[in-house]
Nanobody
Framework: QVRLVESGGGLVQPGGSLRLSCAAS????????MAWFREAPGKPRELVAN???????NYAESVKGRITISSDNAKNTVDLQMNSLKPEEKDVYYC?????????WGQGTQVTASS
């Protein structure tokens, strides 16, 4: 059974940083792409960033320059480094991976930027 498990969420002060990690039960390279989405209360889930290869990464305009997606094939993880978090960023972050035409979601991890 394919599983994606997120970790690293929590409470951080505005302007602070967090690093999220998504651990896959299968080889990361078998998922194309891997991605991070986020969902705020009352709003639709939106794409934050995706990665199809080491050189193919895409970011939402709202996070460019603040967030970096990366993968580690040896650990089968995809990480999201988030810097300069804004006070209004109180979202559940979800890991997503598509493998053999099937999409898989993690259970989500809460990120809250608040003083």
């Amino acid at each position: 059974q394919v599983r994606l498990v997120e970790s690293g969420g929590g409470l951080v002060q505005p302007g602070g940083s967090l690093r999220l990690s998504c651990a896959a039960s299968e080889t990361i390279s078998s998922f194309v792409p891997m991605a991070w989405f986020r969902e705020a209360p009352g709003k639709p889930r939106e794409l934050v960033a995706n990665i199809a290869s080491a050189n193919t990464k895409n970011y939402a305009e709202s996070v460019k320059g603040r967030i970096t997606i990366s993968s580690d094939n040896a650990k089968n993880t995809v990480d999201l480094q988030m810097n300069s978090l804004k006070p209004e960023e109180k979202d559940v972050y979800y890991c997503y991976g598509r493998r053999m035409s099937t999409g898989y979601w993690g259970q989500g991890t809460q990120v809250t930027a608040s003083s």
